[in-house]
């Protein structure tokens, strides 16, 4: 980080607030390869999970801090209610980590205190003065939130900011929780507190804020305009309700219309500085990665990275931009990662130029994840002359993914036909070594795998989404299939990728079931554990 009064910096919280979205619960490979990425887009800050919230979050705090919190890479941070045990949780897992942060909160809104702590402002400045000192004596970087500020008293909220700074606080961050202020008042609010806490010269202003009413992104910029300099976001925006601030969004805002903000961050409105660390080339595969591990698919029309944010279907769009692009895009997709289809590999390419190409693209694959993406690879490259970009994306991708692997899918067979009824026959191999067999109809030909699958796994279950993309044009495209499960009020979600469509949807299934299997039995332990 360099010249933090005039640079924006990026708090990254995938995964904590993201991850907190429906359906979208990682394993600790699938963060720690998110985390990696996050790295290599050049977030100043992850927020890695919350350490006290289940030994997972700990386990996976501690080893992205350990794996990607080196001396040049990001700081790592867990996220801690204003408690002595979530605190001292938060800095054992950052504890590996060669900048650390813990981020500790207390709510400060009338609402909140009434009916969630029910304390009085009193006791709430007392809390937080307190266990802000707590903090400091495991880090000097601490950052406080008061809990629900957009809803928050003004007075109020002075007050406990000024007390958490004098107690050591280096970053003090505004959440607009529950998404309900517009830009004019959270701008407002940010220059209140810029005027009003007297020590705020000492920390570093920073924003948290939801997506309820479609502002979050709005709210961030009008923030910057009066002194916020911390952003937190997520990739593609995911959270819990309607999300957060997207990271895409905030950084292409200030890239493309820096001259706008650059006096705002005391620059001049010429100079061509970056207002953030990003590597913007990294933002597409980023967003890529996390909706493949989340199962949280990007709608079409999303801004910046949706697969239609660059696309032009009008004649008079296609006109102006076959005669110049900056008639109709005001950025270029190279700039976020979005290169050409351009043929690569094919089925005679050899071990190192995949591996080569793999490290041009920006992957840092084990010999394990390599062997196994290589198979993949020459499986495809038999079904498909050319291998594109995209499609070595897609198939490192389906395969970095560590689902359990409990259930395995030997073989699917599908036989429909506009006068047949769908039949599917699959043969599944279980968690104990056993091989089934089993059949079923079924309305399509996916449906009829999916009851298939069922009768051997026996598992219960609602679909509540199927989904399916195609990674590339042409006839012989790799299918991507994403589905989400719900069992028990949670969700789970799966995903594959292969040539044959129905093949990737049993793929996607399967490797749905399996987390639900696995947590099923994970809390059958934890009862039995209790029972005993």
Same mark, same amino acid.
């Given at each position: 980080m360099k010249n933090k009064a005039e640079q924006i910096i990026i708090f990254d919280t995938t995964l904590r607030d993201g991850e907190q979205c429906p359906g979208?619960?990682?394993?600790?490979?699938?963060? +720690? =390869? #998110?985390?990696?990425?996050?790295?290599?887009?050049?977030?100043? #800050?992850? !927020?890695?999970?919350?350490?006290?919230?289940?030994?997972?979050?700990?386990?996976?705090? $501690?080893?992205?801090?350990? *794996?990607?919190? *080196? !001396?040049?890479?990001?700081? #790592?941070?867990?996220?801690?209610?204003?408690?002595?045990?979530?605190?001292?949780?938060?800095?054992?897992?950052?504890? @590996?980590?060669a900048k650390g942060r813990i981020h500790t909160f207390i709510a400060t809104s009338d609402i909140h205190l009434k009916y969630k702590l029910k304390k009085t402002k009193a006791e709430v400045l007392a809390i937080a003065e307190e266990m802000v000192a707590y903090a400091k004596t495991f880090t000097n970087d601490v950052e406080f $939130?008061? !809990?629900?500020?957009?809803? $928050?008293? @003004?007075?109020? +909220?002075?007050?406990? +900011?000024?007390?958490? #700074?004098?107690?050591? =606080? /280096?970053?003090? &961050?505004? @959440?607009? /929780?529950?998404?309900?202020? *517009?830009p004019t008042e959270f701008g407002s609010l940010i220059k209140g507190i810029k005027d009003n806490v007297p020590n705020i010269d000492k920390a570093i202003i920073s924003v948290h804020g939801h997506n309820d009413l479609g502002l979050a992104v709005a709210n961030f910029l009008e923030a910057v305009k009066n002194g916020a300099r911390q952003l937190e976001c997520t990739i593609n925006g995911i959270g819990e309700r309607a999300g957060n601030a997207a990271l895409e969004e905030l950084v292409m805002a200030l890239h493309v219309r820096r001259q706008f903000f650059n006096p705002f961050l005391g620059r001049s409105v010429e100079s061509e500085e970056p207002l953030t660390n990003i590597d913007t080339r990294q933002i597409y595969k980023t967003s890529r990665l996390v909706s &493949?591990? /989340?199962?949280?698919?990007?709608?079409? &029309?999303?801004?910046?990275?949706?697969? &239609?944010?660059?696309?032009? !279907?009008s004649g008079i769009h296609q006109d102006g931009v076959l005669k110049n692009k900056l008639t109709y895009e005001i950025m270029d997709a190279q700039l976020i990662g979005l290169t050409e289809n351009q043929i690569v590999l094919g089925k005679h390419s050899g071990r190192n130029a995949f591996r080569t190409r793999l490290r041009e693209l920006g992957y840092e694959l084990t010999d394990a994840e390599l062997n196994k993406a290589f198979v993949r690879f020459k499986e495809i490259a038999d079904k498909k002359k050319e291998i594109t970009d995209w499609d070595l994306e897609a198939i490192v991708n389906d395969e970095i993914q560590q689902a359990p692997d409990l259930f395995r899918l030997e073989l699917v067979q599908v036989s429909c036909g506009s006068n047949a009824r769908p039949t599917a026959t699959v043969t599944m191999r279980t968690p104990e070594g056993e091989e089934l067999m089993d059949a079923a109809i079924g309305t399509g030909p996916v449906d009829a795998v999916y009851k298939a699958i069922n009768r051997v796994v026996n598992v219960p279950n609602q679909l509540i989404e199927f989904s399916v993309q195609s990674v590339t044009a042409g006839i012989d495209a790799i299918g991507e299939v994403t589905i989400r499960l719900k069992s028990e009020d949670r969700v789970f979600s799966g995903h594959a990728a292969n040539t044959d469509i129905i093949v990737a949807s049993a793929q996607a299934y399967i490797n749905a079931l399996n987390r639900l299997f696995a947590a099923s039995q994970s809390k059958q332990q934890q009862q039995a554990v209790v029972n005993n």
């Open positions: 979208a619960t990682l394993n600790i490979d699938e963060k +720690l =390869a #998110i985390a990696k990425q996050l790295s290599r887009l050049g977030v100043d #800050i992850i !927020e890695a999970g919350f350490a006290f919230a289940s030994p997972g979050d700990f386990e996976a705090v $501690s080893k992205i801090a350990q *794996t990607v919190g *080196t !001396e040049d890479g990001p700081v #790592i941070c867990s996220l801690a209610r204003a408690r002595h045990d979530d605190i001292k949780a938060a800095a054992e897992a950052i504890k @590996p980590a $939130s008061p !809990e629900d500020a957009g809803r $928050s008293e @003004p007075e109020f +909220l002075y007050q406990v +900011l000024e007390r958490a #700074i004098a107690a050591g =606080a /280096t970053t003090v &961050n505004i @959440p607009d /929780t529950v998404g309900y202020t *517009t &493949n591990l /989340t199962g949280m698919l990007v709608q079409p &029309n999303k801004a910046i990275v949706g697969a &239609n944010a660059f696309a032009h !279907e």
